[in-house]
């Protein structure tokens, strides 16, 4: 099981952070931008925690987390104003896209390794892809696999959090560089799980 099929069960805990937004004025869309916008952050400071000072290491964790909680509140806001759409449900899943782009970017920039970052983001788009492309062919929305997008923003925060006082290399990768090893691997297998449990679903 993974951390996104966790969301229904989440609801009591956002009610909190729902209603605040609601009594602010902010929109489900509004919420969706912010949490990009935190992604953008993130990436910066995960580029300054490898080329400057791993306490933005630390910084890059937090703002990782906030991406993370603020993707959750956006449905749980649409539903509570009443105004969940087909368009904001494609703006959410837009910008998620582009934040986990940013992220991975950010992630390899610091470390400079573009061609472990390359392998990264392949994995993460294809991961998300092969989700919601079982809708598109008629079946449920997939957030089964080895890791799905709530795993892995809380692995990629963990390890932001261990960078700052875990520094040098193992295997000639620093622990962020394994991060990314791991983002690469784990994502081109979770794509083939899913691929493999909607071609099943379809025969």
């Known amino acids: ?13 956002l009610d909190p952070f729902v209603s605040g937004f609601d009594r602010i004025g902010l929109t489900p869309n509004g919420v969706s931008v912010l949490a990009f916008v935190m992604a953008i952050f993130a990436a910066t400071a995960f580029t300054l925690g490898g080329r400057a000072d791993p306490v933005w290491y630390v910084v890059a964790a937090v703002l990782v987390f906030l991406n993370g909680w603020l993707d959750v509140i956006d449905g749980a806001l649409a539903r509570e104003q009443g105004v969940a759409s087909a368009g904001g449900d494609l703006l959410d899943h837009v910008l998620d896209r582009y934040a986990d782009i940013v992220v991975i970017f950010g992630i ?24 919601t492309q079982a809708q ?3 079946l449920e929305r997939v957030y089964g696999g080895l890791v799905g997008r709530a795993d892995r923003l809380a ?23 394994w991060l990314l ?14 691929f493999a449990h909607s071609w099943s679903a379809l025969e």
């Not at 099981?1 to 805990?13: C, G, I, K, V």
Request: charged share 5%; no cysteine; proline share 3%.
């Open 1 to 13: 099981m993974t951390l996104d099929q966790l969301r229904p069960y989440l609801s009591r805990f």
């Open 155 to 177: 692995i990629i925060g963990v390890v932001g959090v261990l960078a700052y006082p875990i520094s040098g290399t193992y295997g000639g990768l620093t622990l962020v560089g």
């Open 136 to 138: 598109a062919v008629g």
């Open 181 to 194: 090893v791991f983002l690469a691997v784990v994502g081109h297998v979770t794509a083939l799980q899913r």
């Open 108 to 131: 390899a920039a610091g470390v400079e390794n573009y061609f472990l970052g390359f392998l990264a983001v392949t994995g993460v788009v294809m991961t998300s892809y092969l989700g």
